[in-house]
């Protein structure tokens, strides 16, 4: 075969196998986050923050106004779940935006966690999923609020 036709082949291959593995990688992220579809509902008012330096990942603790239950310490396989709670406070397992404040309300809902408008931010929703990276997971076990 000719060198000139070696490297389209090559940069062919290498774009098909991109392809497959970003595939392959959103069909396990979506199988493993169908965990989260577990009817569990809160919401409470922010009283501590803990950020790493990951990307702004951190904990949030919450006092809890409201629950659909009292205890979620449910765990995984591979991976820990984005929230717990025990009682009346919750940890979100998550990353921190800069304008979140202490006395902020948010509310999750299975997979999305939902930030109330206060004066220094609008009203925002992002989804939640399970926590995989390992670095991540080393922080909650360290700095977790339970335990």
């Known amino acids: 075969m000719k060198s000139w036709i070696r490297f389209p082949i090559l940069i062919c291959l290498f774009i098909v196998m991109v392809i497959c593995i970003n595939i392959n990688s959103e069909e396990n992220t979506n199988r493993r986050n169908k965990v989260l579809n577990n009817n569990i509902e809160f919401t409470g008012y922010v009283t501590d923050l803990r950020v790493s ?19 979620f310490n449910d765990s995984l396989q591979s991976g820990i779940y984005p929230y717990k709670i025990l009682g009346d406070v919750a940890e979100v397992y998550t990353t921190i935006s800069g304008d979140l404040d202490y006395n902020d309300t948010i509310s999750v809902k299975s997979k999305e966690i939902i930030y109330e408008q206060t004066e220094s931010h609008p009203k925002y929703i992002s989804g939640l999923n399970v926590i995989e990276d390992s670095g991540n997971i080393k922080y909650v076990k360290k700095k977790t609020f339970f335990d």
Not at 53 to 71: P, R
Request: hydrophobic content about 40%; charged content about 10%; proline content about 0%.
């Open 53 to 71: 330096n990951n990307h702004a990942f951190g904990i949030i603790q919450l006092k809890l106004t409201e629950s659909s239950v009292n205890i």
